[in-house]
């Protein structure tokens, strides 16, 4: 039995809008560092950016790094922001 935890998605931290869950725009997502990159992953109204398409429960997307680091930058904890892409903030 092979041990797949290091090709496992790491989640880096999960967001939602404030918005309640009954409502068109709502939405909740998740980002999360992959061995091939970052995948947001979330799911919400049929007015957010995560509406699923008919027959599907949510939205998957590959993004770069750079998209992956503005969307955790506008969504999540400093703390997050700093322990998963240190390395970019101190280019800025």
Same mark, same amino acid.
């Given at each position: 039995?092979?041990?797949?935890?290091?090709?496992?998605?790491?989640?880096?931290?999960?967001?939602? =809008?404030? *918005?309640?869950? /009954? @409502?068109?725009?709502? #939405? $909740? &997502?998740?980002?999360?560092?992959?061995?091939?990159?970052?995948?947001?992953?979330?799911?919400?109204?049929?007015?957010?950016?995560?509406?699923?398409?008919?027959?599907?429960?949510?939205?998957? =997307?590959? *993004?770069?790094? /750079? @998209?992956?680091?503005? #969307? $955790? &930058?506008?969504?999540?904890?400093?703390?997050?922001?700093?322990?998963?892409?240190?390395?970019?903030?101190?280019?800025?």
């Amino acid at each position: 039995m092979t041990d797949d935890t290091a090709s496992a998605p790491q989640l880096i931290g999960k967001a939602r =809008s404030d *918005l309640p869950q /009954g @409502d068109p725009g709502w #939405w $909740a &997502a998740g980002l999360y560092r992959t061995a091939s990159g970052y995948l947001l992953a979330g799911t919400g109204g049929p007015e957010s950016e995560f509406a699923p398409a008919p027959g599907e429960k949510g939205r998957i =997307s590959e *993004l770069s790094e /750079g @998209d992956a680091y503005n #969307w $955790a &930058a506008s969504h999540l904890s400093i703390d997050q922001v700093e322990e998963y892409f240190d390395h970019l903030t101190e280019e800025i």
